[in-house]
């Protein structure tokens, strides 16, 4: 029945906060009954991942690959298991930013199993989020995800990333030489479109040809992918975030500054997005107060 109430969360039927806290006080249940009980842990886990409580989530998925681990199963649905809930590990320490933990799990997903490419391709992320030169081993891991399976959505959706940045760098911007990573971008983008039954993948898609619009200077359509992808999963800070520049950049003061709150609430203090609200605030010509206490902020 925990399961059942956060299927219905997440596939948005009745009230989304009432399936949640059924599932939690379903669960709870379960763990006064048999406090050891895997299902009953993994399910509180998945609530607990849902409020964003990654540290509590985290405890939750230890207990369970406590139980899970030492089988060390090499094939069939027991290896699957044990790769997501590593896989679900890592997700926790990505959000609670200890990397170096989530790149052990992530590992520990590539010993069990060589070819999985998801992982492969979190780890290609990683690498080129903590490296000095924003490049680091990445590179690798990404072509490696792309000999076991180029056509996996989440490998595409890498690859696509990879050609907007050399097109960036040869000047796509109007440049002809620039012009055929963008175009090979783009017919990955959509081929992972047509491919995913994710939601967080098709999210991911739709913001990168959002960002694909908006450097080619297509305003308009840039901000449909965008809304696309917020519409898909509210939490995509990025494509929030780019959303309230193409409202600016249209004259939607209002829209653009309800989604800077909220994305100010999940990056702090980011420069980028104190300095966007500020200006918001003033052209809006009645919120004087709240531009005065970001430009507080951003000189703090």
């Not at 379903?26 to 406090?35: I, Q, R, T």
């Not at 971008?185 to 098709?202: D, G, I, R, Y």
């Not at 929030?240 to 203090?269: H, M, P």
Request: with cysteine.
């Amino acid at each position: 029945k925990g399961y059942y109430a956060i299927a219905k969360h997440v596939l948005r039927v009745g009230r989304q906060g009432d399936e949640l806290k059924r599932a939690e006080i379903l669960f709870d249940a379960a763990l006064k009954m048999d406090g050891a009980c895997p299902k009953a842990l993994l399910g509180r886990a998945v609530v607990l991942a849902q409020y964003k409580e990654w540290g509590k989530a985290l405890g939750s998925l230890r207990q369970v690959l406590q139980r899970a681990a030492p089988r060390a199963p090499r094939a069939g649905l027991r290896l699957r298991c044990l790769k997501e809930l590593r896989f679900a590990i890592a997700t926790c320490f990505c959000d609670l930013r200890r990397f170096g933990q989530m790149r052990n799990a992530l590992t520990g997903v590539i010993s069990a199993d060589a070819g999985d490419v998801e992982s492969l391709c979190a780890l290609a992320h990683l690498e080129a989020k903590v490296a000095a030169d924003g490049v680091g081993k990445s590179l690798g891991f990404l072509s490696k995800a792309a000999s076991v399976n180029r056509e996996h959505p989440v490998v595409m959706l890498h690859l696509a990333n990879h050609a907007f940045y050399c097109g960036m760098e040869d000047g796509a911007g109007g440049e002809p030489e620039g012009q055929q990573p963008w175009e090979l971008a783009e017919e990955l983008l959509s081929k992972a479109l047509s491919t995913t039954k994710s939601a967080p993948v098709e999210a991911e898609a739709h913001f990168q040809l959002g960002r694909l619009r908006h450097a080619q200077g297509k305003y308009a359509e840039a901000q449909k992918e965008y809304r696309s992808c917020v519409d898909l999963e509210s939490d995509h800070q990025a494509g929030a975030f780019c959303l309230a520049q193409t409202c600016v950049q249209q004259g939607g003061y209002d829209e653009a500054v309800k989604l800077l709150e909220r994305v100010r609430t999940c990056r702090s203090e980011s420069l980028e997005v104190l300095k966007l609200l500020t200006f918001s605030y003033l052209k809006l010509g009645d919120r004087a107060s709240e531009a005065a206490k970001c430009a507080d902020a951003l000189v703090a």
